[in-house]
């Protein structure tokens, strides 16, 4: 019941690898990691998310604040590998309109 | 009155209990039955239902508890969540969900908001009250091809 946050640094772009579950809990955690990434201009900030196994909406407000973030800074949100699981939060509440999600979804069967 | 079992958990008000309680969710779903989609749709459920609880109830102190109710029937699981503190304004909340609408503005998205609306989306039936604390009772049904309480079989529904 916790979440690992990887975060690897390229030019233009970091790659956010997370591991675990995002809830009341986690969710503060990864957004005060999340957050100051979005804030650099032309950067692209890829979040992996294929091993997380659990999401509710304290994840979808992380994400919603990552998102208006890089509209204000001129930065890119990409979600990929989402969990099919994950991926029906997004459906269901019509984020996926507005949210980049890689749609190749992993670990469906 | 219909026979049932009843499971009673309390946590405090705390963040790090939400996965607590999810994990208890999810062992009597699993006994009582249910798909893996439906355990999941549960989870989801009741961890809205806590992180409501923790955040709107207790805004002003730390402590607190959170009393989580099972009622185990043979057709279906009701969850009853409970805060006895201070109470919120549930008209203001209600009108405060829903799903994002294409034509929104990203700017007017709301970052929570969305947790009462996944339990409406995820249970079967939601019933919440605001006269003493709050109150959310939500029910989800077993359905017809899955293993009732008392069945000693696998689950065909994959």
């Known amino acids: 019941m916790n979440l690992t946050i990887d975060v690897t640094n390229k030019e233009h772009k970091s ?12 969710a503060p955690k990864l957004k005060e ?7 650099e201009e032309g950067k692209t900030v890829e979040v992996d998310l294929n091993n997380v196994n ?10 919603i604040s990552a998102l208006k973030s890089t509209k204000e800074h001129d930065s890119e949100l990409k979600l990929v590998h989402m969990q099919e699981r994950v991926h029906r939060l997004f459906k269901i509440t019509g984020l996926t309109e507005i949210m980049n999600i890689d749609s190749t979804v992993q670990g469906g069967i | 009155m219909e026979p049932f079992d ?6 405090p008000a705390k963040p790090e209990y939400v996965g607590v309680v999810r994990l208890s969710t999810s062992g009597i779903a699993n006994r009582m039955g249910f798909s893996y989609e439906d355990i999941e749709d549960l989870k989801v459920a ?48 209600k009108k405060d969900i829903g799903p994002y609408q ?19 989306a995820l249970m079967d039936k939601v019933e919440i009250s605001s006269r003493y604390g709050v109150i959310v009772l939500m029910t ?10 008392d069945g000693d079989q696998i689950s065909t529904t994959q």
């Open chain 1, 15 to 26: 790659v956010v690898s997370l591991s675990g579950e995002i809830d009341a809990f986690t």
């Open chain 1, 33 to 39: 990691e999340l957050l100051p990434l979005t804030k």
């Open chain 1, 54 to 63: 659990y999401m509710d909406s304290t994840g979808l407000g992380v994400f």
């Open chain 2, 6 to 11: 009843f499971v009673e958990v309390k946590v």
């Open chain 2, 46 to 93: 009741i961890s809205e239902a806590i992180t409501n609880a923790v955040k709107h109830a207790y805004k002003e102190t730390d402590e607190g508890e959170i009393t989580i109710g099972f009622g185990v029937y043979s057709d279906r699981l009701e969850i009853m969540v409970a805060d006895h503190g201070g109470s919120f304004d549930l008209s203001n909340v």
């Open chain 2, 102 to 120: 294409q034509n929104d503005a990203i700017e007017d998205l709301r970052e929570g908001g969305f947790g009462l609306f996944l339990i409406d």
């Open chain 2, 140 to 149: 989800k049904y077993l359905s017809e091809n899955e293993v009732g309480q």
